[in-house]
């Protein structure tokens, strides 16, 4: 199929309904990973159907470049400049990240943070674990923004699955030979077509002697390969993707609790009333909700659990309804979850997918295919997804 074909609206529907059709059958009991790409929400609001029946062309198109794939260079791009510029500087980007505007709390987590990865410049290493949408990234965009001076060159890391790690590695040798040209081992390696060769030459590079203070982050490590279990073939081993020497710092966030590396931090949900309040506030645009006893039940009722908070508000944000009106629609979601999903058995699985489904519900009777692309999205790594790709 030619890229740039655009498929026409009522196929590109009944496509998309037979696609969506497919990986449900095929996928039946598997978690969606949720992520921040349920934020979108917010954004399909205000997409119009038009625009939406464009999307499938963009799919088609995006599928053939698929394995050449360059994210877009937009927005976001911090510079070291206070680091520093000695031959291994490269400039911060934060373009792939979904960075929130407000963040809130969690001042002894950077704390513990900064402690454990102070260094001489041996290898330092920590982990952040803790449950989907508990603040694991956010946390992680925090310390980098805040210490993005510290380090020559910061590098961020998508190991949810081995392609992904590959193609995260294709773009840091891109960042890296950007500004730094003369690169040896890098500047003779295809990029496009070499990714194993792309991931030795990087690792080689940031083993050189005196390069030793990048950061690297590697986010959504949640498919550990573990000691004696070799069963899971889609299970990554981080341990191929690290370089050799010991230097440098590494930050690893995963779902998992069993990964073993350097400093472990479980991130838990946010305990004081107040900062679920702001996420609920920022999030809806309204204010001075501490006044109000339904915002208040509702934070109560959300438990600190901060993708849970920035869901529900963004919905309010989007609709025009009170507190306690979205607190009855949340306790009437919370009970047909019961029975149309028994098998949710934690209480914050519960909570999360309680505010989603409010949201879906919304999405679904405004625009039909809104909600089919959104059900497709929801097979995606929330990295392979866009704004441009509409
Ligand atoms: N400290 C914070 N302040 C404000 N909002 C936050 C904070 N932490 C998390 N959030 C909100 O919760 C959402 C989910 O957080 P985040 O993506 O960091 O979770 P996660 O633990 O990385 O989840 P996953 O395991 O799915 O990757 C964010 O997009 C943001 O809206
Ligand atoms: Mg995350």
């Given amino acids: 199929m030619d890229p740039n074909t655009t498929v026409c609206a009522p196929n590109a529907t009944i496509s998309l309904a037979v696609i969506v059709a497919l990986l449900e059958a095929n996928n039946q009991g598997k978690h969606f990973s949720y992520s921040s790409k349920i934020e979108l929400f917010a954004l399909f609001f205000s997409i119009e159907l038009k625009e939406l029946e464009a999307c499938f062309g963009g799919f088609a198109h995006y599928y053939l470049r698929k394995q050449n794939i360059r994210m877009s260079d937009h927005g976001n791009t911090l510079t070291s400049a206070s680091a520093n510029r000695d031959d291994f500087s490269v400039t911060f980007s934060l373009s792939d990240v979904f960075d929130i505007e407000h963040f809130v709390a969690r001042e002894p987590e950077l704390e513990e943070m900064c402690k454990a990865l102070s260094s001489d410049g041996s290898r330092q290493a920590v982990v952040l674990h803790g449950l989907g949408g508990i603040g694991k990234t956010q946390l992680t965009v925090a310390y980098a923004k ?213 949201s879906y519900e919304h999405v679904e009777q405004q625009n039909s295919l809104s909600a089919m692309l959104l059900r497709l999205w929801a097979y995606f790594d929330n990295y392979d997804l866009w704004l441009e790709l509409l």
Avoid at 202 to 231: E, F, M, Q
Avoid at 266 to 274: A, I, M, P, T, V
Avoid at 302 to 316: I, K, N, R
């Fill in 146 to 358: 805040r210490h993005r001076n510290s380090y020559s060159a910061i590098f961020w890391l998508n190991i949810n699955d081995e392609d992904s790690v590959k193609q995260s590695f294709a773009k840091m040798a891109r960042q890296i030979l950007r500004e730094r040209p003369t690169a040896a081992r890098l500047s003779s390696v295809d990029l496009s077509e070499d990714l194993d060769g792309v991931v030795d030459a990087v690792k080689s590079w940031l083993s050189l002697p005196n390069n030793t203070r990048w950061l690297a982050i590697y986010d959504n490590y949640d498919n550990p390969k573990l000691p004696g279990h070799d069963t899971d073939l889609t299970a990554v081993d981080i341990r191929i993707f690290l370089p050799e020497s010991y230097q440098g710092s590494v930050i690893v966030t995963t779902r998992s609790s069993q990964v073993e590396m350097g400093h472990k931090i479980k991130l838990r949900k946010l305990e004081g009333l107040q900062d679920g309040l702001r996420i609920l506030s920022n999030a809806s645009r309204r204010q001075k909700l501490a006044n109000d006893p339904d915002a208040v039940k509702l934070a109560q009722e959300l438990d600190g659990l901060p993708l849970a908070l920035a869901t529900a508000g963004a919905y309010l944000h989007q609709v025009m309804m009170s507190f306690s009106d979205y607190l009855r629609l949340y306790k009437e979601s919370w009970s047909r979850l019961q029975v149309t999903s028994p098998n949710l058995s934690s209480y914050e699985d519960r909570t999360l997918y309680s505010t989603w489904q409010i």
